[in-house]
């Protein structure tokens, strides 16, 4: 099973990819686990995509494209399936990948998980999000409180809150989500692939619309 999920920033798609990978088993792979290693292995590609991001540019697409097919194709466990998150961003890279699944239907998409919830909602869970600087555990300060006020259950390490989950951050890559993404969901709509999750509901309610979206293909 091969699934896209999709939603702007605070939707919940890191909590419920983290789900999706335990239930079903299937490889996360996002935009930023497929840099890191094409840039660690030093490939020419790798190189290609941080001369960019070094200059504080935007990796093109065709260069985006080539790695995720690169990435894929050396997949050890392909045949369990994969959860993109964070690809593909452009109408260009959904066309892309499309073209890259048709010659290969084993990396066909399934489904698209659309993550939805209202801006006033968003805007609270952002600016309440709380990050552990050494293990990645996510908090709320008011829906997921830690234990101990800006220490980290899991490690006992500092929490804080990153630069970009303020209100005026939030409007700013809300708009440019919703600039490149529409055409995405589009795209896949017009193949009847998008199911439209209810994100501004408990964690353990989206939960169960994310598993029967999954179970009901």
């Known amino acids: 099973m091969n699934i896209l999920i999709m939603g702007g920033p605070g ?58 097919a690169e990435y894929l194709a050396h997949l050890s466990d392909r045949k369990c399936g994969f959860l ?40 609270e869970r952002i600016t309440g999000r709380r990050l552990c600087k050494q293990c990645g555990e996510i908090y709320h ?21 990153r630069q970009d989950d303020t209100l005026e951050s939030l409007e700013v890559r809300l708009a440019e989500y919703h600039r490149q993404t529409e055409p995405v969901m589009a795209f896949y709509e017009a193949k009847g692939l998008v199911r439209h999750i209810n994100a501004n509901q408990p964690i353990e309610a989206v939960w169960d619309d994310v598993k029967k979206a999954l179970t009901n293909l």
């Open 141 to 161: 300060i008011k829906a997921n409180p830690s234990k101990q006020e800006g220490i980290c259950d899991v490690c006992g390490s500092e929490l804080y809150q």
């Open 11 to 68: 939707a919940g798609k890191g909590t419920m990819s983290a789900r999706i990978v335990a239930q079903f088993h299937v490889n996360h792979i996002s935009t930023g686990d497929i840099f890191r290693a094409e840039i660690g292995s030093g490939s020419e590609l790798g190189q290609k995509a941080k001369s960019y991001m070094d200059q504080g540019l935007l990796v093109p697409d065709e260069i985006t494209n080539a790695m995720v």
């Open 84 to 123: 993109l998150d964070g690809y593909p961003r452009t109408l260009d890279q959904a066309q892309a990948f499309d073209t890259i699944s048709a010659q290969q239907p084993d990396l066909a998409i399934d489904v698209v998980l659309a993550m939805e919830i209202p801006f006033a909602t968003l805007a």
